[in-house]
């Protein structure tokens, strides 16, 4: 009986010894595998420290870098404070994050002045139009919209007619009268819009308030389709189809007499002469 006691725990020891050692080998496995991180290059890039609105003039204090990894990089980043500040700090042409990478087309040239025409890419020109409450979408458009420019006119027209054409389109809105900052919400009523164009488009723009009137289209900010729109003439406004039939049935009143028999009074309806059935039957009153 002692040496069946003294098997079993024997036994007993050993499985407990295999089941410690087979627990030990799946923990170091699991951490071995945890552990194994496959390494990555990265570089530095320079981030917004704080908040940068537009119109900044930069410093170190407004900038960090971080690490990135070196096969997602941003386009057009920069790795170093310095190659951002340069000789002479540019100013923020973009609003940007805390913790957004900064990027060139944020930024203007070095030592650029502050003020509206640090905005004005390379290439680029700003015109100012004259518009009203209506002609400026009621004061909804505003700095960093972007509009379609419409042009009504009748010059080169042989029957004098207008036709409305659209000039322009997905143009970018560099200010409202003397206002530039993207951060104005609130709707205002302006006498002009400054624009955001090219040379041949500022002089499209210039010749064609000159000879006809120009009115805003205020595009959603995510829209940067550019469509084939065709020239509007005063006969587009007019139906071409060719007005409906409509088919009109009159009701028809058919005369009514009342014949009354002592206390009972009937009402009959007549046609052509010929007594018809009662319609309706009226008791008269007790007297």
Do not use: C
């Amino acid at each position: 009986m002692q040496m069946r006691a003294l098997i079993i725990m024997v036994v007993a020891l050993v499985a407990g010894l295999a089941a410690v050692f087979l627990a030990k080998t799946m923990v170091d496995q699991q951490v071995s595998t945890a552990t194994t991180v496959e390494r990555v290059n990265t570089v530095p890039v320079v981030i917004a420290k704080t908040d940068l609105k537009m119109g900044t003039r930069l410093d170190k204090l407004m900038l960090d870098t971080i690490d990135w990894p070196e096969t997602s990089l941003p386009e057009n980043h920069f790795r170093s404070i310095d190659s951002v500040l340069g000789d002479a700090p540019p100013i923020v042409l973009k609003d940007m994050k805390k913790g957004e990478v900064v990027l060139h087309y944020k930024l203007s040239p070095h030592g650029a002045k502050g003020g509206l025409p640090a905005k004005i890419p390379e290439d680029m020109r700003a015109i100012t139009i004259a518009v009203t409450e209506v002609r400026g979408v009621a004061g909804f458009v505003l700095p960093g919209n972007y509009v379609d420019v419409l042009h009504t006119t009748s010059v080169g027209r042989k029957d004098g007619k207008p036709v409305n054409r659209v000039l322009m389109q997905n143009v970018q809105v560099l200010g409202v009268d003397q206002l530039s900052s993207e951060d104005e919400t609130k709707p205002t009523v302006v006498n002009a819009v400054t624009l955001l164009v090219n040379t041949a488009d500022g002089q499209k723009l210039t010749l064609a308030s000159t000879v006809g009137e120009l009115n805003l289209l205020l595009r959603n900010e995510y829209d940067a389709s550019i469509l084939e729109v065709k020239t509007l003439e005063l006969s587009d406004l007019v139906p071409t189809e060719a007005p409906t039939k409509v088919r009109v049935y009159k009701r028809v009143r058919r005369p009514t007499v009342e014949v009354i028999r002592g206390l009972e009074i009937k009402t009959q309806s007549v046609s052509e002469g010929k007594e018809l059935s009662p319609a309706t039957t009226t008791p008269s009153p007790a007297q």
